[in-house]
Nanobody
Framework: QVQLVESGGGLVQPGGSLRLSCAAS????????MGWYRQAPGKERDLVAA???????NYTGSVKGRFTISRDNAKNTVFLQMDSLKPEDTAVYYC?????????????????WGQGTQVTVSS
């Protein structure tokens, strides 16, 4: 099995910064794309940013220039640096990873989710 554990959420004032981390563990062979999604109350879960194993990144328009996604392949970890935070960034942030894992003498490729971490931007 594979687990994703997030950390780094919290309460911050508008204009402030937070750094989210997500570490994957388990019977991992390799991890393809890793990403961050967010879900505000009453809204759907949407992609914020994603990064391939080779480092190609993709951002949703509202966070371009403010958020930076990065990863450490050796540690199976993805980060989201969030700067110039706005109240509309308030949401539960979820980590996602497309993982090739091994178990029971076979390989399997699946998407995994973290448990979510709350980010609140408010004065």
């Amino acid at each position: 099995q594979v687990q994703l554990v997030e950390s780094g959420g919290g309460l911050v004032q508008p204009g402030g910064s937070l750094r989210l981390s997500c570490a994957a563990s388990g019977s991992i062979v390799s991890i393809n794309t890793m990403g961050w999604y967010r879900q505000a109350p009453g809204k759907e879960r949407d992609l914020v940013a994603a990064i391939t194993r080779g480092g190609t990144t993709n951002y949703t328009g509202s966070v371009k220039g403010r958020f930076t996604i990065s990863r450490d392949n050796a540690k199976n970890t993805v980060f989201l640096q969030m700067d110039s935070l706005k109240p509309e960034d308030t949401a539960v942030y979820y980590c996602n990873a497309n993982v090739l894992a091994t178990g029971n003498f076979r390989y399997s490729l699946n998407n995994y989710w973290g448990q979510g971490t709350q980010v609140t931007v408010s004065s």
